[in-house]
């Protein structure tokens, strides 16, 4: 609970309807979309604009009071869990889109937009915003942005920090920063913007956001593969790159993960595939065409069982229905899903992906793989029950061995989910105890009180996959 | 002069042949290819390793001898000049291609190697490192990643930050850190990747780097064409844009630059050209043919006097040639060329261009504009004489005041160049005070002793255009 004071300074400043602390507001805003995390905070304001969050950063300063900005929630990190107590920041009101400017090809947002209502607003002009994150419906640019969201054409087009190209954010003394702004080239001073990018909400709070925009591809066409076994998707994923394709996404499922798709959406995937590849290509029509010909005969050379090109786009939007659906087909198999998120160098995706296999099946634990073959980005999914503390011990020692393997095949604990508090005991695997004391000085250069989403990215008290407060 | 004990001790880790001091040598360290700035350094030592580079490191914190990395010497914002004496670190030993993965799409480097050695051996296997500096055939990949060097392709293919997903680096305590690697996708804690991108040798000195490599384009076209006027040149960019393509190149050049070039390389440009735009679109042989017929229809409509669109890439070489000898035929005019480097939103460069061409007229210098129209990065180029102190005084006025005007406009001090000594006394216009001290703060994270090209970037005792020591 917050002191009385503080309570009505901040409730003056966003106005009281919209600062929250009864105790179901305060359980709404405990937790996010990363199973086994909770913690209550001791309030929830919802302010509408950089002054706003600036006057309450400058209060909850003072008193050295945690503040944890937020989203749409759809963290899979923990990242917005307020384990420390304190304010959740939500940014949610916060959600205009100030401008397209079809000249400069940017776009400038509030952090509250809904990363879908982005794309939907630009692509109406012919422009393109191309950052997909799965959540993309739900999630906000502001969280995109905070945690350096990726998606499903991260291997043509980059991801998130890629595009950000201006920011205005709050210090936590309540200053206003402006970094980069309408421009391709820009290196005055540090790269504070792509810094921001990714940083969790643990150095400033985003308040205004320029990305740049590309021409909207003029045409889309999707294949599907199947194959009998992992191995002749990835050569088939390692002679399309040979080719010097780049498709706009190539997606992966594995065998575990096809079939509960197949029960759950019934799109046609024979049961027994080995593994499937999802494939779009997008451009000028001729080039789409032939590149997504070329990679269908090659799918075909090496083996695939199954190779079906879309005749039309929505044919294709059907065929990666397969891939949207993992998730929410997954999710209805047991209590509690962990979807997690490595990377490795796409020459190291069947590697990693029959590691994955070994080690689930070392610890009597089920996990399918899908995700980014094109990229490296690999969702390892455990499905599990959080009530069964023996098997999520499992669970967590199978997690534990399957980073360490990424990181050995040169890969990372997280390509697009962040760190938060899911991978904080792992960080020093990848950045080392050095590269972790460099993080923690430019934290403390922007956040010397350490009020800024504490605990947080850096491994502090909290260790591994501790349920922190189960509701 | 360094100390008897620690000149040895450095020796003892170069090898002797390796370091120098002599006066001769000094001298050659002293400046960079920046017009008005020199400073003498105690000693330069030429390392071959990370182990090498991590000892003398060592060895200068514990002296707190200050250490300026450098690589090529192109620099343009005196960033490599050693103003507060001590060791030049010069890394151009290090040059070897270490590996080109084919399957990753990637290359790993030292940061020695020079920028158009890198674009030839890549090339060869048919990949394609974009970022392509004017200085790319002195200047070394450690160079363009520290002051996060652009080029022609900005628009379309971005610059040096967007490529580098991997480095290693040495920390002036001499720990060394190791960030990123062969990965798309990577969000394990803060981005030091790009945060040393552009940190011009004051965080920490640069040993290796991986960068992330494209399909090399399957053809190229190219047009030129000239306009009575800025404004027509001004509007053909525009409606490029609208028409949602996107050229590999769009290069301008205004009436005195193209002038001067016709004159020097006599490739055919008549001498009242009021503006003179360069475009090249490289992709499958139909889109690039496409693209580039579209820009000169465009080119064409809007008032373009003399519209060439090359039959062959040789053809279109030629025509790139003026744009490419523009800051060498500009150099022959007068003693002194100070090479500036102001980024506007591309919406706003005929207003940019024409205030730098009141602002010269009004102080009675000669300043010659050409540039990368495509991403709005201008290099306004002063014509002058170092020793008339009155003339270089008014120049230092008229710079003030393009810069002035390019913030204004929402650009920057600098798009490609970097801060170095030239910009300091500007970085606040840009960055703010409060950004200023955050970017200090980083700065002590990393150099706590502050031992790394100290009296760059952050505005110091220093102020404006100071001939520091004239050699």
New interface residues.
């Given amino acids: 609970m917050f002191d009385p004071q503080l309570r009505r300074e901040i409730a003056a400043i966003v106005g009281g309807r919209w600062f929250l602390d009864s105790p179901h507001d305060l359980v709404a805003y405990s937790y996010d979309a990363t199973p086994l995390y909770q913690a209550m905070p001791d309030g929830v304001a919802m302010p509408d604009s950089a002054e706003q969050v600036a006057g309450i950063l400058r209060l909850c300063q003072e008193r050295r009071v945690p503040v944890v900005p937020r989203g749409g929630g759809s963290n899979l990190s923990a990242g917005t869990v307020p384990v420390a107590g304190g304010l959740v920041l939500v940014l949610t009101r916060m959600n205009r889109i100030r401008e397209i400017?079809?000249?400069?090809?940017?776009a400038t947002v509030e952090p509250g937009v809904v990363t879908a209502d982005l794309h939907a607003a630009v692509e109406a002009l012919?422009?393109f915003y191309p950052p997909d994150p799965g959540s993309m419906r739900v999630s906000t640019i502001g969280g995109n942005v905070a945690?350096?969201a990726?998606g499903l054409r991260?291997?043509k087009y980059?991801?998130t920090?890629?595009y950000v190209i201006g920011l205005e954010a709050v210090?936590p003394g309540g200053?206003?920063?402006?970094?980069g702004?309408?421009?391709?080239?820009?290196?005055?001073?540090?790269?504070?913007t792509?810094?921001l990018?990714?940083?969790e909400g643990t150095?400033a709070v985003i308040t205004e956001i320029t990305v740049k925009l590309?021409?909207?591809p003029e045409s889309k066409r999707t294949a599907l593969a199947l194959f009998a076994d992992l191995e002749g998707a990835a050569r088939s994923v390692?002679r399309i790159?040979?080719a010097?394709?780049?498709p706009a996404t190539l997606e992966f499922l594995d065998n575990p993960t096809a079939r509960v798709v197949e029960e759950y959406a019934r799109v046609g995937l024979p049961t027994d595939a080995g593994a499937v590849l999802l494939m779009e290509q997008d451009?000028?029509p001729?080039?789409a065409a032939?590149d997504i010909e070329a990679i269908a005969a090659i799918c075909r050379e090496e083996g695939a069982t199954q190779v079906s090109v879309a005749r039309t786009e929505e044919e294709g939007a059907a065929l990666l229905t397969a891939r949207r659906s993992a998730l929410a087909a997954l999710s209805r198999l047991r209590p509690t899903t962990i979807l997690e998120d490595v990377?490795?160098?796409?020459?190291q995706i069947a590697a990693m992906v029959r590691a994955v296999a070994a080690i689930a099946a070392r610890h009597g634990v089920m996990i399918c793989t899908f995700g980014?073959a094109?990229?490296?980005?690999l969702h390892p999914t455990c499905l599990t029950d959080a009530r069964d503390a023996d098997e999520i011990h499992r669970v967590e020692q199978a997690f534990d061995e399957i980073f360490v393997r990424a990181v050995e095949l040169?890969?990372?604990?997280?390509?697009?989910?962040?760190?938060g508090m899911v991978?904080a005991p792992y960080?020093e695997w990848?950045?080392?105890a050095?590269?972790?004391e460099?993080?923690?000085?430019?934290k403390?250069?922007?956040d010397p009180h350490s009020i800024l989403n504490p605990g947080k990215?850096f491994p502090g008290e909290g260790r591994k996959r501790v349920v922190v407060q189960h509701g």
């Fill in positions: 400017d079809s000249a400069n090809l940017t012919g422009l945690e350096g990726g991260g291997l980059g991801t920090r890629d210090l200053e206003r920063i402006r970094t702004g309408k421009l391709m080239k820009d290196v005055a001073g540090y790269d504070l792509r810094l990018v990714g940083s150095l590309l021409p909207l390692e790159i040979a010097r394709i780049i451009g000028p001729a080039v032939r990377t490795v160098p796409r020459s980014h094109g990229d490296g980005n040169g890969g990372t604990i997280t390509g697009e989910h962040g760190v991978k960080l990848k950045a080392g050095a590269g972790i460099v993080m923690q000085g430019i403390r250069a922007f990215i």
